[in-house]
């Protein structure tokens, strides 16, 4: 699973690139569009079975959830990819498991600490990103 989920996420990255000439905005919202299309048997039957439905004041948290953690940042992913290439947004990107654990600490004050499986888990990604940040690259194209 975890590989097909990486060749997936190696598409939407290329896909993103390949058509980094349209607006970010709608490109985030028609792959949004897509993956409702794709899932809506599953949300269907779980509506009709009555299981896991949201009620209420649960639909605003998911319509904020799905427009300020998983719209805009994907927006603002689609808009970088226009001028940083694929590989580096990605690996950039895929900081985000290391972080939030050291975010949750600052945010605490110490008192949710990750554990060491968390930040070993983590590691490879900047160890795989950070070196390739530091070289020199020439001044990106402008189309």
């Not at 058509?19 to 028609?30: C, H, K, N, T």
């Not at 799905?66 to 992913?77: A, E, R, S, W």
Request: net charge positive; proline share 8%; glycine share 12%.
């Amino acid at each position: 699973m975890a590989c097909c989920s990486g060749i997936f996420y190696a598409g939407v990255v290329l896909s993103l690139r390949h058509m980094r000439e349209f607006e970010s905005a709608w490109l985030v919202g028609l792959n949004h569009l897509v993956t409702a299309v794709v899932l809506s048997p599953w949300m269907w039957e779980s509506y009709r079975s009555g299981n896991h439905w949201p009620s209420g004041w649960l639909w605003l948290l998911l319509a904020g959830f799905g427009i300020l953690q998983m719209g805009l940042p994907y927006v603002l992913f689609a808009r970088g990819l226009k001028t940083v290439p694929g590989h580096e947004a990605a690996g950039i990107g895929l900081l985000e498991p290391l972080l939030v654990p050291i975010w949750a600490y600052f945010v605490t004050a110490g008192k949710d600490v990750p554990k060491w499986w968390t930040l070993a888990g983590g590691g490879p990604d900047p160890g795989g990103t950070l070196p390739a940040l530091s070289r020199q690259r020439p001044a990106p194209k402008r189309f």
